[in-house]
């Protein structure tokens, strides 16, 4: 081993089923004194009684709590100014927890930058944009899928460029993380489905990342052992708390392993249907990965193999190039069981878009860097064009 790698991650991670009702006696390791908190959440958990759960262990501590529940799903730019203004930054919380999915965790990581930085969100996005470091976060997923709970990354979307943009800073790390897989036993099929390939994603990516290191090797082989022992089970039996648990675990070793290596041309390819035609992220995910690990199989056959072993779907006397294409026709087969589309025509896509989407796409220079073989502008267009059948 000849390269140095940095690796930065966060401080506390809690797992366990059940370990929700830890949070009260966990705060004490955000480190700092809480007189006011603002909690950023969504309807369901009101539904199922989360919220009240968590405002009863802070009431009982004599903390106020600031309950914020209109983020929208994968927000807009426009979307967290408005929340902030309104709803953040007058309360001025000492801390921030964050129950929900990637789209609520990433709002909550912006608004914690937000309260500290007097810097506007545009100006933020990109990488190492943030100057100074953000109030205290507890962040606790509900879905099982972009491991945002460990990245350094927070996504929103520009309607006007129809392209989704992240903000990249270590200062968006929590202080804490909670990880109860009985919160995602109430995600709907298809959410766990669209949520758990793209978890998947994030690990097979960063294992075949250009930037790839033994760090990250660890996490995403790790996760795509755990994705692939549960994924199916997840979604056909959701109360099987194994099978949940192991899929907040593979999502969470997902952000990891992307924090050390990256996500390449998928997760590219995946914004501007995002952006424009509001596929949501794990659909686009899922929907573009076996297409773009068929056109980088011959740049990176012997990892496909590796990632094939450890989902237990090749053997070590298979070729590299046989195993990677068992690996790609496991991944059809997952989206076929999963019932995740196909066909972009059901999100209004037509081949005179494609031009467009690919110039936007290879604009995503952050992602595409990491993948191992360079796309052109046709490549991208004839990726797009196999899910117009
Ligand atoms: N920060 C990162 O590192 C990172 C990585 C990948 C993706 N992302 C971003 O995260 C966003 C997507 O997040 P997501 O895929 O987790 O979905 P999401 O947060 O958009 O949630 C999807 C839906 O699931 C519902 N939901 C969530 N948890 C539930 C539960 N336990 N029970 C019932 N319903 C539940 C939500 O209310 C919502 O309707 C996108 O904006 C994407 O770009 C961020
Ligand atoms: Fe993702």
Redesign the pocket.
């Known amino acids: 081993m000849t390269a140095i790698h940095h690796f930065q991650t966060v401080k506390n991670i809690i797992h366990g089923p059940g370990s929700l009702e830890q949070l009260g006696d966990k705060l004490y390791l955000l480190d700092t004194p809480l007189k006011q908190v603002v909690l950023v959440t969504?309807?369901?958990?009101h539904?199922?009684g989360v919220t009240d759960k968590i405002k009863a262990q802070f009431a009982r501590r004599g903390i106020a709590v600031h309950m914020i529940d209109n983020v929208e799903?994968?927000?807009t730019l426009e979307n967290i100014e408005r929340v902030f203004r309104e709803d953040v930054a007058p309360f001025a919380p000492d801390a921030l927890i964050a129950v929900?999915?990637?789209?609520?965790?990433?709002a909550a990581?912006l608004f914690a930058v937000m309260l500290t930085n007097d810097t506007p969100l545009k100006e933020l996005l990109g990488i190492d944009k943030v100057s100074n470091p953000g109030k205290p976060m507890v962040l606790v997923?509900?879905?099982s899928?972009?491991?945002?709970e460990?990245?350094?990354?927070?996504?929103?979307?520009l309607p006007d460029e129809e392209l989704?943009i992240?903000v990249v800073s270590r200062h968006?790390l929590p202080t804490l993380v909670i990880l109860d897989p009985l919160?995602?036993?109430?995600?709907?099929k298809a959410?766990t489905a669209?949520?758990g390939m793209?978890a998947f994603t994030?690990s097979l990516e960063s294992f075949i990342s250009t930037k790839a290191n033994p760090l990250s090797d660890t996490f995403a082989l790790e996760s795509m052992r755990l994705i692939a022992g549960s994924i199916v089970e997840a979604y056909q039996q959701p109360d099987s708390v194994r099978a949940r648990g192991d899929m907040l675990l593979g999502s969470m070793y997902g952000?990891l392993a992307?924090?050390g290596a990256g996500?390449a041309a998928v997760?590219a390819l995946a914004?501007p249907l995002?952006g424009k035609f509001h596929v949501?992220?794990?659909v686009a995910n899922a929907m573009l990965l076996p297409h773009v690990m068929a056109f980088n199989l011959d740049s990176c056959a012997a990892r496909l193999k590796r990632a094939a072993c450890v989902c237990g779907v090749a053997l070590e006397s298979d070729s590299d190039e046989v195993a990677a294409g068992k690996l790609i026709e496991q991944i059809h087969t997952w989206t076929a069981i999963l019932n995740i589309p196909q066909n972009l025509r059901e999100f209004n896509v037509a081949e005179e878009h494609l031009a467009e989407m690919a110039v936007a796409a290879s604009k995503v220079t952050r992602l595409m860097a990491n993948n191992p073989k360079v796309l052109s502008l046709d490549d991208i267009q004839q990726l797009y064009r196999r899910l117009l059948p």
């Open positions: 969504q309807n369901a958990m539904r199922l799903i994968e927000p929900g999915g990637g789209s609520v965790l990433d990581k997923p509900t879905t899928g972009t491991g945002s460990v990245t350094p990354n927070a996504i929103v979307t989704k992240g968006l919160l995602t036993l109430s995600l709907p959410i669209a949520t793209d994030h952000g992307l924090t996500t997760h914004y995002g949501t992220h794990g």
